[in-house]
């Protein structure tokens, strides 16, 4: 589903540009002045060290490209052009070795291969798992690497513990992966690049209700413009880690009506705008983060004397 009116769309996306990292909330009352943007890596960053998210994301400070960083940007485009590329009439008969030289073929050969191959063995087997389903209608997503926008109010008691002086409307950005449509229902889908470890699975439902509250949050022009219809909820998410062969999916959780994991990420956003309030941004020791950050050398933790 594509908006006619692309000047409509391309409005709102202007009127909503007018957001930054470098914000001040003294100034939130000058109509001139840009809101807070706030993203999911740019949360993800805060969560994990509020000193490296005012490195990186309010002063801006340069750092260099991490293979993991190179790695993971590569394998997004791949994966992209998979799904762009991927022609379900051609495969719909094919069999499952046909299906999976198919899927192997729509790989580019470099040095993340094996990874890649891994990947294509997963796609052969969930198609014919579809096809198997009579799903092959929903094997394809319905948005591929879309940027989604949209603007809500964080209210000055959202999260007790960092009260806030007012309510703030911010603006609020990601890119999904993939969102599939399953049963009536929007399925937020993270492809990673690192290895699977159970500790990891808190923050993939911190980044999954992020997706939900931009999805559920963005004008109908913003959905339609990335393949979405309006007032379709998120019914479940998930994401597959090819390096662990791991994946996972599960229902998206309700009580009284309202989806649970909402609240957890609208309180860690209330947090960090009690952080712009209070202009202070602590650093969080733990050497296993330190030791690899980017900023270690002009970061206090260089100098601390005991380690979390």
């Not at 909330?25 to 060290?49: A, M, R, V």
């Not at 294509?120 to 929903?138: G, L, N, T």
């Not at 413009?225 to 662990?244: D, M, Q």
């Amino acid at each position: 589903m594509v908006l006619n009116n692309d000047k409509k769309y391309d409005t709102i996306i202007k009127a909503m540009d007018e957001f930054t990292y470098d914000w001040k909330p003294e100034n939130y009352d000058d109509p001139s002045q840009p809101i807070l943007k706030i993203t999911k890596s740019s949360l993800g960053s805060f969560d994990w060290c509020p000193k490296k998210y005012n490195f990186s994301y309010v002063q801006r400070l340069p750092q260099d490209q991490t293979e993991a960083m190179r790695k993971g940007t590569i394998l997004h485009v791949h994966r992209e052009n998979f799904f762009n590329d991927f022609d379900i009439k051609k495969a719909e008969h094919m069999s499952a070795d046909e299906l999976h030289d198919y899927c192997a073929s729509l790989t580019p050969i470099d040095e993340y291969f094996d990874m890649s191959m891994t990947v294509a063995s997963f796609e052969a087997q969930r198609f014919m798992d579809a096809r198997a389903e009579d799903k092959i209608d929903e094997y394809l997503p319905v948005c591929n690497e879309g940027v989604f926008d949209a603007e809500i109010t964080i209210e000055a008691d959202t999260n007790p513990e960092f009260p806030l002086k007012r309510d703030y409307k911010i603006h609020i950005q990601g890119i999904i992966d993939r969102v599939f449509k399953e049963n009536g229902g929007y399925v937020p889908f993270e492809y990673k690049t690192g290895g699977w470890k159970d500790y990891k699975a808190t923050s993939m439902r911190k980044e999954m209700a992020f997706y939900q509250l931009l999805i559920e949050n963005a004008p109908d022009e913003v959905l339609i413009k990335n393949g979405l219809e309006p007032n379709v909820p998120v019914t479940h998410w998930g994401w597959y880690y090819p390096a662990s062969n791991y994946v996972f999916a599960e229902p998206n959780k309700y009580k009284n009506g309202k989806p649970m994991a909402l609240p957890s990420v609208m309180k860690n956003i209330a947090k960090l705008i009690w952080h712009y309030e209070h202009e202070t941004y602590p650093t969080k020791f733990f050497f296993k983060t330190c030791s690899h950050c980017s900023y270690f050398s002009m970061c206090d933790a260089a100098e601390a004397d005991s380690w979390v």
